[in-house]
């Protein structure tokens, strides 16, 4: 995941109950400010579904169907049994508390079943400027009431996959236990979570460190304590501590002394402590590392509570050396069949994940999938990812690896407490499950699919939406982005081909909306994908030399011209869709980069408290004397259809330019911004939407304007504040209102009005010096006469990029008839030899001298003056003249 941006806030040491409920609407208007009004708006996702690590599920032993997921970035959810789906719990965090989205652990109450905690908090390091807190709830997570503590949580930290560190004692509710991170030991209420203090008695803080050498502080922490595991028969508690040499300690009377457990295996980190009360078994499955992305060797241990016996029942035994290339995480104890386990591999990459299955007490094993002389493979299992296409990670690995995978970082497992055939399981991308486990114990298979709807984890980078196409198209940390077709419907696939890793940038050119540029941190080049189809089909760009990761890009107008700020090199520009670069000056390294919206030849920049223009197509920059934000998270956009029209969101406020960035106003009554964008203009005006996140009237959250900046309207309200959000933000230009919110960790969410007729527009008057003619001098007016529609286009040949023996061609079609066309084809001849390769957004070739494309199918229907666009690929040899004339014919 995404590390996000960080504020310079320091937070206050609090130990005692706050609410997080109150109302932000309530608060006192800064002064001077008037308090913005409101606008009733629902607030959704547009579906993923997943697209993050699951590390931990929660079911409450006592109430079926009451189950919990963590996640590291994503907050919380609690799962709808009707509905199959999960509901979010905590979308009421805000910019302030952003770090209580990442959750360490959850605990559901087995006795009075409407309680539930959650340790949270995100990093341990400078990244997050909040300590942790311990949230408390008294219906389901509906609401919370928090606990700060005196230190962090981490829940995307390493080692966040192992747990639960919250536990409640089944003895006396009371009681909670939370095993803390960063060598603060072991703490307890015993209010239900109002108050906390520290378990002197607990000898061990753990030592466990990743590594000491991380001068970030990420990989440098000490992991601490892992998991807190109650008897649910006798007084006795388990705790995992980080500690190589003493995994485990018990206390027999509920939590005043303790002691480390004699004779128990070392070497290895305690991943999962699982008790079966009924056989008197703990069991725990350790790994070589804390995880969640690596681990090569361990163990699955079994202690005997009673005779204080400890057995060795891993699977695969150490004993069997390089056969061995995992540690165990994910561990499960099925309470309809006491003695019956599940526990999965941390980590086997390649070929897949391993579960491993027992139905006596870890005496004996069987696999999910075995050998059957390699490659190939028998399997217990069947993946069904209708519902998620995209999780196959549009892969076609050769055997023996497979696509969908069984997932990877698999260190939640766990059985349903009330039905055996039930199993659900996190990994780095979703959740899966099935509802026919025992099938495994009959030879016969069982399907596994995803159970993540609702459940949406993405980390949003970059959202367009154009006025054409797809109404959204989004870049993403770890799954790339997509095309989203349909908001309300899980997409096929994300984007590809290229592939770019995480997707930090993208644009389309405002006046020729099928052409779009995204940037991206692969590995290795290429970093960068165009398209000529609004988004939805891309083919890798060249790239300037050095470049390590996407950065920022901005596309002109008319598409013409692309400026690249990429991590690892310079600022460059290219006018060949980026088949060649050239580096431009005045603009710094590491710059955040956008287009003007109409003049093809402005840019935009902004780095190190400055901002930047070029009017030469990003040749050259220079810098403008109007102060700037010099710090903090700052983001701008230009106004679609008016030029030279640039809005700036900071923390100093909101500043708007309307001579390309000469000099900027600042816009009242808006105290500080995070991002701001436009969308369609509300019936009757002229100026498009405003959109900005920020702070307004006083009060922090998304607002609209309908009068370039003048007033402003809240349209979310304390419920829905998704944490870290907002660096992200598209608005609609098709819909008036509505906006696409980009979060780290939520995924998208999108907002439409609900409330309130718009003001119309106003109606057309009769002029007192041109009175209506009388009746009997009134000349009658004839019938009109609607022309037929008509059918035709033109096409236009562009050369978009040239090298030795080869070059890129472009061919836009233009409707230039009455009607929406239904079908077009577009033929040229050669005259020199070139012969065309690779054809997209057509289909079609070339027989001999003769080139025929016809549409594509999606973009066959043109409307009446707008345009469609081909490209292609080709082969030339000494000269590469442009072919006339290219003919157009369309249907309609």
């Not at 080049?525 to 988004?535: E, F, K, R």
């Not at 029209?645 to 909101?654: K, P, R, S």
Request: proline letters at 6%; hydrophobic letters at 35%.
């Amino acid at each position: 995941m995404r590390r996000p941006y960080i504020t310079l806030a320091i937070a206050a040491l609090l130990v005692g109950a706050t609410t997080f409920v109150a109302q932000a609407a309530g608060r006192p208007p800064a002064a001077g400010a008037a308090a913005a009004a409101a606008d009733t708006y629902a607030w959704k996702n547009v579906r993923i579904d997943g697209g993050g690590f699951v590390p931990g599920l929660i079911f409450n032993r006592t109430e079926k169907n009451l189950i919990y997921a963590r996640t590291d970035i994503g907050g919380a959810y609690r799962w709808n049994q009707a509905g199959q789906s999960w509901v979010p719990l905590l979308d009421w965090v805000g910019q302030d508390d952003w770090g209580y989205n990442g959750v360490l652990s959850i605990a559901t109450d087995p006795v009075a079943t409407n309680r539930v905690y959650a340790a949270v908090g995100m990093y341990t390091n400078g990244w997050d400027p909040s300590n942790g807190a311990i949230l408390r709830s008294t219906d389901r997570g509906a609401t919370w009431q928090s606990t700060q503590l005196p230190f962090k949580n981490g829940g995307n930290m390493p080692g966040r996959g192992t747990g639960e560190r919250l536990a409640v004692d089944p003895h006396d509710n009371s009681h909670v236990f939370f095993a803390a991170e960063g060598g603060n030991g072991l703490w307890r209420s015993t209010d239900y979570g109002v108050t906390w203090a520290k378990v002197t008695a607990f000898p061990n803080a753990g030592n466990y460190v990743q590594d000491p050498g991380d001068t970030n502080g990420y990989l440098s922490q000490n992991q601490g304590l892992s998991w807190v595991t109650f008897d649910d028969v006798t007084r006795d508690v388990y705790v995992g501590v980080a500690d190589k040499a003493n995994p485990v300690y018990r206390s027999t009377d509920g939590g005043a002394t303790w002691s480390r457990i004699a004779g128990q295996p070392t070497g290895y980190l305690a991943h999962k402590g699982v008790l079966d009360s009924v056989n008197h078994y703990l069991y725990v499955a350790t790994s070589d590392t804390g995880g969640p992305y690596d681990g090569a060797k361990g163990q699955v241990s079994r202690y005997n509570t009673v005779t204080g016996e400890w057995t060795d029942v891993s699977p695969v035994k150490l004993t069997a050396g390089d056969d061995l290339y995992y540690g165990y995480s994910g561990l499960t104890v099925d309470r309809q069949k006491p003695g019956t386990l599940v526990v999965a591999t941390q980590i086997s990459w390649w070929p897949d994940a391993i579960f491993f299955r027992s139905t006596d007490s870890g005496a004996t094993w069987t696999r999910i999938w075995d050998w059957n002389g390699y490659p190939s493979q028998t399997k217990r299992y069947t993946m069904d990812i209708s519902a998620n296409p995209w999780l196959d990670f549009n892969t076609n690995p050769q055997p023996p690896e497979a696509t969908p995978k069984l997932g990877w970082m698999n260190e939640s497992v766990e059985i349903d407490p009330f039905d055996s055939n039930r199993m659900l399981y996190g990994t780095g991308a979703t959740v899966y499950g099935t509802t026919q486990l025992t099938n495994w114990d009959s030879n016969t298979t069982f399907a596994i699919k995803p159970m993540a709807k609702g459940l949406e984890e993405t980390a949003v980078l970059d959202l367009a939406s154009p006025p054409s196409g797809a109404p959204l198209v989004s870049a993403l940390g770890d799954v790339g982005g997509f095309y989203h077709a349909d908001l309300d419907t899980v997409q096929a696939s994300f984007h590809d081909t290229p592939a770019l890793g995480s997707n930090t940038s993208l644009d389309f050119a405002e006046l020729s909306p099928s052409v779009f540029v995204r940037v991206g941190n692969a590995d290795a080049a290429p970093h960068i994908g165009v398209s000529t189809d609004g988004g939805r089909n891309w083919y890798a760009g060249q790239e300037p030399a050095g470049v390590t990761g996407g950065g920022s890009v901005a596309v002109s107008a008319d598409a013409n011209a692309v400026v690249w700020a990429p991590a690892g090199a310079q600022v460059h520009y290219s006018t060949t869709r980026g088949s060649s670069w050239t580096a431009s000056s005045g603009l710094p390294a590491g710059a955040k980069v956008e287009s003007d919206r109409v003049d093809p030849k402005t840019f935009y920049g902004y780095a190190a408290g400055k901002f930047y223009v070029s009017t030469d197509g990003g040749v050259t920059f220079a810098a403008s004397a109007a102060a700037m934000p010099a710090t903090g998270r700052v983001n701008f956009h230009a106004v679609p259809g008016k030029a030279g029209d640039v809005w700036l969101a900071g923390e100093t406020g909101l500043l708007h330019s309307t001579n390309a960035g000469t000099t900027f106003t600042a816009v009242g009554g808006v105290g500080s911004g995070i991002n701001v964008a436009f969308g369609k203009a509300a019936p009757g005006a002229a100026y498009p939407a405003v959109f900005l996140v920020g702070t307004a009237g006083g009060v922090a959250g998304v607002f609209r304007s309908d009068d370039a900046g003048s007033t402003w309207v809240r349209i979310n309200d304390n419920a829905h504040q998704y944490g870290n959000a907002g660096d992200a933000l598209a608005g609609d230009p098709r819909v008036y209102g509505r906006v696409y919110l980009g979060t780290n960790g939520r995924g998208i969410l999108y907002a439409d009005r609900l409330g309130g007729t718009s003001t119309p527009s106003p109606a057309p008057s009769t002029s007192s010096s041109s009175p209506a003619p009388s009746p009997s001098t009134t000349t009658p007016t004839p019938t009109p006469t609607t022309p037929a529609p008509t059918s035709g286009c033109a096409a236009t040949y562009r050369i978009t990029g040239s090298w030795q023996g080869g070059f890129q061609g472009e061919v836009t079609v233009k409707n230039n008839g009455s009607a929406a066309t239904k079908t077009w084809t577009v033929g040229w001849n050669y005259t020199a030899g070139q012969a065309v390769s690779q054809v997209w957004g057509g289909t079609g070739g070339q027989t001999g001298t003769a080139v025929s494309v016809h549409d594509a199918g999606w973009n066959g229907a043109v409307a009446p003056n707008a345009t469609a666009t081909f490209g292609f690929l080709a082969s030339w040899t000494g000269s590469n003249p442009v072919p006339a004339p290219i003919t157009c014919a369309a249907t309609s």
